[in-house]
């Protein structure tokens, strides 16, 4: 079964750092681009930041810019967010999400990690 | 930025109407690049559409796709009660993403 998995949300105080991973299965990790995504409760979708099957290529949007950095590791299966200078705007549920074939569409996605950002 | 703008923002049908979405592009957008999602109470958006007319795999065929340039339609042709959901349009371009602020799609 294809799958991706997040963790690694919580609460953090503004001003601090969070590290969520994503674990991928039931597919060739390696061969797909990968993307995060943020909903803040009750509101739309936010794209957060991708990366390419071989991280050549990283882009994020121009509210995390600077603050956050995605990675991946191909031998692990994993996809991260490292996450700092956190701010009250931050908070979310952040999908990891894959990129389809043709890197056009994000076409598996995991439920979701929650994080709160709140003094 | 490219700004995608979706109406109506709520839409009131019954289950076997046909509901019709629309999203608007701020500037052109590639139809290779215009994906439609289905995001349920709880659950992670699911993608339908991909390259503004084509279905996602195991989507039923009461889902279609159409438009190009800076408007695209996502249609429903008769509405299953599992389809009251939101939808999110969502384009590719310069590098990055964005989403359409979504359309709910309730229960008349």
């Known amino acids: 079964e294809v799958q991706l998995v997040e963790s690694g949300g919580g609460l953090v105080k503004p001003g601090g750092s969070l590290r969520l991973s994503c674990a991928a299965s039931?597919?060739?990790?390696?061969?797909?681009?990968m993307n995060w995504v943020r909903q803040a409760p009750g509101k739309g979708l936010e794209w957060v930041s991708s990366?390419?099957?071989?991280?050549?290529?990283?882009y994020y949007a121009d509210s995390v810019k600077g603050r956050f950095t995605i990675s991946r590791d191909n031998a692990k299966n994993s996809l991260y967010l490292q996450m700092n200078s956190l701010r009250a705007e931050d908070t979310a549920v952040y999908y990891c999400?894959?990129?389809?074939?043709?890197?056009?569409?994000?076409?598996?996605w995991g439920q979701g990690t929650m994080v709160t950002v709140s003094s | 930025e490219i700004v995608l703008t979706q109406s109506p923002g709520t839409l009131s049908l019954s289950p076997g109407e046909r509901a019709t979405l629309s999203c608007r592009a701020s500037?052109?957008?590639?139809?290779?690049?215009l994906a439609w999602y289905q995001q349920k109470p709880g659950q992670a958006p699911r993608l339908l559409i991909y390259?503004?007319?084509s279905r996602a795999t195991g989507i039923p065929d009461r889902f279609s796709g159409s438009g190009s340039g800076t408007d695209f339609t996502l249609t429903i042709s008769r509405l299953e009660p599992e389809d009251f959901a939101v939808y999110y349009c969502?384009?590719?371009?310069?590098?990055?993403?964005?989403f359409g602020q979504g359309t709910k799609l309730e229960i008349k």
């Open positions: 990366i390419s099957s071989s991280s050549s290529y990283i």
């Open positions: 999400a894959r990129g389809s074939s043709g890197g056009n569409a994000f076409d598996i």
């Open positions: 969502q384009q590719y371009g310069s590098s990055r993403y964005t």
């Open positions: 390259g503004a007319s």
């Open positions: 039931g597919f060739t990790f390696s061969s797909y681009s």
């Open positions: 500037q052109s957008v590639s139809s290779s690049y």
